[in-house]
């Protein structure tokens, strides 16, 4: 069974920073690429960012780029979302996804997230 | 900035077909976007319906189907039941390397 669990949230302030991660279970992490897509509660989903299997290839929502790293440990089958520079508009659930399709571009599979509060 | 639509709110009966879109603010959307298709319940994780236009994800009912309709892409829910009472979203890649998502749908079956 694929299982996908986020953990690392929590409360920061305003310009500080907090490290996501999202251990994952059930399937060939290495062969995946990986996502974070986030969630303002009670408001639309986001995507944030997407890694390649081999960690080489990483793209951004311009919200967060120069300020967010998406990166993944496959030995430990591992993602991480470093976040620094934190504004208030960032706090929301964050979600790690599995990708599938041609480079990974769809979600199949989707953890049950992880709040992050930005506030003084 | 591109923005990608969906109907706020839509309603059905119970046992109805319905079908949600999900467009471009400009242009049309094709299949080389991979159009994908979720649904949340408050508090819940999204779960994936449809991907990559017409694939449906492991253990999602036929009811649900996944196409390309004139220039956006579309879910089709038959047979709708209470339980499809939820939040659809949409996504789209684009060819910049960024996925965008469009606001949601609130389904009501009544």
């Known amino acids: 069974e694929v299982q996908l669990v986020e953990s690392g949230g929590g409360l920061v302030q305003p310009g500080g920073s907090l490290r996501l991660s999202c251990a994952a279970s059930?399937?060939?992490?290495?062969?995946?690429?990986m996502h974070w897509v986030r969630q303002v509660p009670g408001k639309g989903l986001v995507w944030v960012s997407r890694?390649?299997?081999?960690?080489?290839?990483?793209s951004y929502a311009d919200s967060v780029k120069g300020r967010f790293t998406i990166s993944r440990d496959n030995a430990r089958n591992t993602l991480y979302l470093q976040m620094s520079s934190l504004r208030a508009e960032d706090t929301a659930v964050y979600y790690c996804a599995r990708g599938t399709c041609t480079n990974g571009v769809c979600y199949k599979y989707w953890g049950q997230g992880t709040l992050v509060t930005v506030s003084s | 900035q591109t923005v990608v639509t969906q109907e706020p709110s839509v309603s059905v009966s119970p046992g109805g077909t319905v079908t949600l879109t999900c467009g471009l603010s400009s242009g049309s959307v094709s299949t080389s976007y991979y159009p994908s298709w979720y649904q949340q319940t408050p508090g819940q994780a999204p779960r994936t319906l449809i991907y990559s236009t017409n694939t449906r994800s492991s253990g999602v009912p036929d009811r649900f189907s996944g196409s390309i309709l004139g220039n956006k892409a579309a879910l089709t829910i038959t047979g709708a039941q209470a339980d499809d009472e939820s939040d659809y979203f949409c996504?789209?890649?684009?060819?910049?390397?960024?996925?965008?998502f469009g606001g949601g749908t609130k389904l009501t079956v009544l």
């Open positions: 890694i390649s299997s081999d960690g080489s290839s990483t």
């Open positions: 059930g399937f060939s992490f290495s062969s995946y690429w």
């Open positions: 996504v789209l890649y684009m060819q910049s390397g960024i996925s965008v």
